[in-house]
DNA sequence: TGTTTAATATCGTTA
DNA sequence: TAACGATGTTAAACA
């Protein structure tokens, strides 16, 4: 097969110059190391990055049938009329190996991409949100520390009230489970004993699951509805406004 | 730019016939939906499936920098001099935006891929090698039941010993952590309430967390030592066995 | 280097 | 549909 052994000399010298292969065609996949896996002949897309990222996607769905993280060392070569790629990692120690019967097509690519990734609307910017505005909470509610490390984990936020009785906040951006109830209990156990006085205990949230509120209720857990997309939008509206302060001063 | 009007021609067939959809390019991407995400140009690669299933590949790295779920609904239209792909879903209600701005490359295909994927080696095989083969726990060890239900998720095995005490097994198919061992002590909480006697507990796992041995020491918890790997070896031994067995009744 | 936690986690099973 | 645990989770932050 003088195309798949063709194929097989752009796939090194791609590889050797850090391109992106993009590779489609016919092959079998097999896996063996954190766990194994087989798959028989079919149509799919393979991409290997400059990283040695290994990707294979089948024709439907969103993530990748297999794949090997970035970094993994890759050898190419003919056995027979089948393009071999066998891509192997030594930590943990898996092997990827690529059997290619039939090329439809192979491009490599040398990409440049340096633009920052910005994300917001995560658990951090909840937490953020109520730092720069602790009303969110309640009126009179005031941050003494955050992340403060208790014995298992640490806590998200711990503040006092308007009648200063400490409070212990954990934040969720999905709706909460029980285990996130227990978790904040077992907190407030620690802070108990730390301080010697039972702290308020309160659970922010987008939305609690049936059971979570039960147990928060048994348990006179308190909790406060904030989604990570409101929680954006009062740190952007705040921002805006620090600066519209800083212009004026 | 014509190339980028016959481009959106191409990508429109293609969605309507089901194709894969691979673009490289110079690309600027938005994402507002669970999350907010703000991505400036620079060269990627993108994948539209036959399910409308969207990723965007930057040069390295194993995961998509922006992706859509199965299903969403594409729209492609030309702004001026660029690319316009916008790709929505309903629930949860999110929009992913791609403004190309040039063209590298564009491929569609229609790709055949009905092989079936088989997985082995998952905690799921480890529970089984255990069920088959009991004294991977110990000598004189039985299985009482699997999958249990107690208050909060399931005992992955009850047994007995030797001695008739009852043991609660625990698998983990990586590394065990504080956490795991914890969980593993409410379950047998949830037993010694249900049966009135403290049952022995026992966690399988490849390795403990070094925070994971001392609490498990500290709460009397036991542990053997089992890989998914070894756990898929004894199974097909056994199963030869079985065969073996079966072919001489 | 090892551990812990968040993630647009995803994906499957079960009640 | 909601809840819950497994995943070859991955990836980043932290000690």
Tied chains: 1, 2.
């Excluded at 720069?132 to 984990?153: H, M, N």
């Excluded at 503040?159 to 212990?168: A, H, I, P, T």
Aim: charged share 35%; net charge neutral.
């Amino acid at each position: 097969m003088t195309e798949l052994a063709d194929a097989l000399e752009r796939v090194r010298e791609a590889l050797g110059a850090g391109k992106v292969v993009l590779l489609v065609g016919e092959m079998e996949v097999t896996y063996e190391g954190r766990s194994m896996s087989w798959l028989g002949r079919g149509e799919r897309i393979l991409m290997i990055k400059g990283d040695r990222s290994v990707l294979i996607h089948r024709p439907k769905g969103c993530e990748p049938v297999n794949w090997q993280p970035p970094g993994s060392h890759i050898e190419a070569w003919l056995e027979g009329d089948r393009l071999i790629l066998s891509c192997n990692r030594t930590a943990p120690p898996e092997r990827l190996k690529i059997t290619v019967s039939r090329l439809v097509q192979l491009a490599t690519h040398k990409l440049a991409d340096e633009a920052e990734f910005e994300m917001h609307a995560r658990e951090e910017d909840m937490k953020l949100a109520i730092i720069e505005e602790p009303c969110i909470i309640e009126e009179g509610f005031r941050i003494v520390e955050s992340e403060r490390p208790v014995r298992e984990g640490a806590i998200d936020i711990l503040g006092v009230d308007s009648q200063d009785r400490l409070v212990v906040v954990e934040i969720k951006r999905e709706r909460a489970s029980k285990e996130d109830v227990k978790q904040l209990s077992r907190y407030a156990d620690q802070i108990e004993l730390e301080f010697g006085r039972r702290p308020r205990s309160i659970l922010v949230a987008p939305s609690l699951s049936t059971s979570a509120a039960s147990l928060a209720a048994r348990l006179g857990i308190e909790s406060r509805r904030l989604s990570p997309r409101r929680a954006q939008e009062i740190l952007r509206k705040r921002r805006g406004l620090d600066r519209f302060l800083a212009g004026n001063g």
